[in-house]
């Protein structure tokens, strides 16, 4: 079973346009006729939280999900992900509107 991360979609990048991309060689391997998520872990931060992040000279963290399921950009999704050999990138398992 793989950890839950929730995260807003923030770009799409369809099967079709990968080549569009320049892509690790494992990441391109993993998505091939996939689609890549890049989201902010942890969903759509508030103002305060974003406030507070650049007080604490934090960062949002991006991270690329590769899935079967299209999904558009804006939306907030929970997904159960498994790690890959690649940091920041999960391979996802199932996906759940928020």
Known sequence: M???LRGEVLHVVAPTEL????????VRNIA????????WKGGSPSI?????LILARSTLEPVTLVTDDA??????ITATVEETDTAGVYDVI?????
């Open 2 to 4: 793989g950890e839950r």
């Open 19 to 26: 080549d569009d991309y320049d892509l690790d060689d494992d």
């Open 32 to 39: 091939e006729s996939r689609y890549l998520l890049v989201c």
């Open 48 to 52: 305060f939280q974003r406030l507070k």
């Open 71 to 76: 999904v558009e950009e804006g939306q907030i």
């Open 94 to 98: 199932e996906v759940e509107d928020d």
